[in-house]
């Protein structure tokens, strides 16, 4: 019975046979090594505050993934998703991204806009085209293979009911009378005023809403809309000194934001309204942000020198000039967002909160931990760097980056002489925000050069959003997956390790082993949370070198999920270690 579903769960609709490949998940996996890497995104914004550029749009993607990541789907709205969820959204977004003091509100308004439209996604395109076939909605779709079992049935059911059938129609009647529909998708009004140049005067909004409703034949496109630019030029050839766009519509601004402006832009910010609070906003309290900003600007600063000179190969472009426009600019927006994290099991070991405390107490943000790598993981000297942040994260059991799980890889090899028949490949080396493919499997390939075919090769690789393990073992021409979410492999990294291993193979004429490395997806520990995957992998890690002599596959096929209390073992190691250090 449980194959038959299997196989009706492959009849989905987005994995039907088709003649071409579907655009598969978003992942943003650039992200992934400037946050590792110690940097942080600049951030444009225009006079309303609101988000312009190519980094604005990459952030709107990663607000999305993250959504969809971390808020089940079981909430019926945004108000019912708890605050503590919503901070971590926030904080995500804020790793990678440098962020203005305001920023948190427009960020988390996007991210109600995007868990609305993720939900729409499922029902309109899983689940109402198979409502007469129930056996094809018991799995949630592939692609979203993070949802879990028991929310995914809950919507199903939820959508499926008379009570939403009603909602839906009451909606769909409401959207029925929006006659003047803009067709910029994901440009919006903010990045058209940034591409059309335009002055800020009385006739801004009305020359915007018309813009926004151009066919690329610059005609509009349909009667009503082009009656009503009609209007607005008579009305701007009349009022030469009034805000005209409200006559022309012929209705009034709505409460929650200003019609051919944007979104997350307020009456009170667009018409210079009385804004409250913001009037209590000190002199003294200017001063303070403006000593945040310029210490977090060298915290970065200090931080991307020492990343770059540590481990990979990568060099990330950032503008060093600081006359230019769009840099002042972030600075004068930016803050520093001091965190302290309070970790959600309150049991952990004395150890951790005590360096939690030293971060706390002891730590700036400029200040930096040191780790020497021993030279017998990547084959050469370097060193692991330590923030500040990281040490909160990893108390708070947050999401963690590649300097946290390499000092764990470094404690084990300092500590166990098992490591020796392991080799660790540099992930910098090989991660996605390479562009060149070809160049990733060919430091792959040099990277192999330094390796004993006795031992096996260990690849932490994060695909923009989330850890997983590949362990390769050259004798048996073998790749072993180890996914804490076990989705199915990606194809990006599947792609960089069989031309990677080719090459090397090709290069030492070893012919004795197959041409196409197997590759063996591992059924390990399933995490049980959003954020856990980094920690995982230090357990797969933890477990494969203590036990090396242990098929990979037998060593894990027992286990469904980690303890708290095993989690915590390895947290305790990672601490006492990087205690060392301090």
């Not at 088709?18 to 992942?27: A, Q």
């Not at 140049?197 to 066919?215: C, M, N």
């Not at 923009?464 to 021409?477: A, K, P, R, S």
Request: proline share 3%; charged share 30%; hydrophobic share 30%.
């Amino acid at each position: 019975m449980e194959d038959n579903s299997e196989d009706e769960r492959e009849m989905l609709p987005e994995v039907r046979k088709k003649s071409f490949v579907p655009r598969g998940l978003t992942t943003i996996s650039e992200l992934a090594l400037v946050r590792n890497s110690g940097q942080k995104l600049s951030i444009q914004f225009n006079g309303h505050e609101q988000l312009v550029g190519a980094t604005s749009k990459k952030m709107q993607s990663y607000i999305g993934v993250c959504v969809r990541q971390q808020i089940p789907i079981t909430y019926n709205s945004w108000k019912e998703v708890p605050n503590e969820l919503k901070d971590k959204i926030y904080d995500c977004i804020s790793m990678s991204f440098d962020l203005q003091l305001n920023a948190k509100h427009s960020i988390l308004m996007s991210a109600s806009r995007k868990f609305q439209t993720f939900k729409t996604t499922l029902t309109q395109k899983y689940i109402l085209p198979s409502k007469d076939q129930p056996s094809l909605l018991q799995f949630p779709p592939k692609i979203y293979s993070h949802i879990n079992q028991e929310d995914w049935k809950s919507f199903v059911d939820a959508k499926l009911s008379e009570e939403w059938e009603d909602y839906s129609r009451i909606q769909r009647e409401r959207r029925s009378k929006c006659v003047y529909n803009h067709h910029m998708s994901r440009k919006g009004y903010a990045n058209l005023v940034d591409e059309l140049k335009i002055t800020h005067d009385v006739s801004y909004r009305s020359t915007l809403w018309k813009e926004a409703r151009r066919e690329r034949n610059n005609d509009y496109f349909d009667v009503a809309t082009r009656g009503c630019a009609s209007r607005i030029d008579e009305l701007v050839a009349t009022h030469k000194t009034e805000d005209i766009l409200t006559d022309a519509l012929g209705s009034k601004e709505h409460g929650g934001h200003v019609r051919g402006v944007g979104g997350f832009v307020s009456q009170s910010q667009y018409f210079n309204t009385v804004k409250g609070k913001e009037k209590m906003i000190t002199p003294q309290v200017k001063i303070c942000h403006k000593e945040e900003d310029d210490s977090r600007c060298k915290s970065d600063k200090k931080r991307s020198n020492h990343s770059r000179s540590s481990i990979g190969s990568i060099n990330i472009d950032l503008d060093a000039d600081e006359d230019t426009p769009s840099k002042k600019r972030v600075e004068e927006h930016s803050t520093r967002k001091d965190v302290v994290y309070s970790s959600n099991y309150t049991d952990v070991n004395g150890i951790i909160k005590l360096l939690n405390r030293r971060a706390v107490n002891n730590m700036k943000d400029v200040d930096m931990i040191r780790i020497p790598i021993n030279e017998l993981i990547f084959g050469s000297e370097n060193f692991v760097y330590l923030a500040r942040e990281d040490l909160l994260h990893y108390y708070g059991m947050v999401e963690i980056g590649y300097m946290c799980i390499l000092a764990y890889i470094t404690y084990l090899w300092d500590e166990c002489d098992y490591a020796r028949n392991f080799f660790v490949i540099d992930q910098s080396k090989i991660s996605s925000h390479i562009k060149d493919r070809d160049l990733r499997s060919r430091n792959l390939a040099n990277q192999l050069e330094a390796v004993n075919l006795e031992q096996k090769v260990l690849i932490p690789y994060n695909t923009g959003f989330h850890w997983m393990l590949h362990v390769i073992d050259l004798h048996e021409n073998c790749v072993y997956v180890l996914d804490s979410l076990r989705s199915k492999v990606n194809e990006d990294i599947h792609g960089v390790i069989n031309v990677g291993l080719k090459t090397w193979q090709a290069k030492h004429d070893l012919q004795c082993y197959r041409s196409t490395p197997k590759w063996r997806p591992v059924k390990c520990p399933r995490q049980l949370d959003s954020v856990g995957c980094g920690y995982y992998v230090q357990n797969y890690i933890h477990e494969i070198v203590h036990n090396s002599s242990t098929s990979i596959t037998s060593l894990f096929n027992t286990k469904n999920a980690y303890r708290q209390e095993e989690i915590d073992e390895i947290r305790t190691e990672w601490v006492a270690f990087v205690s060392r250090f301090v």
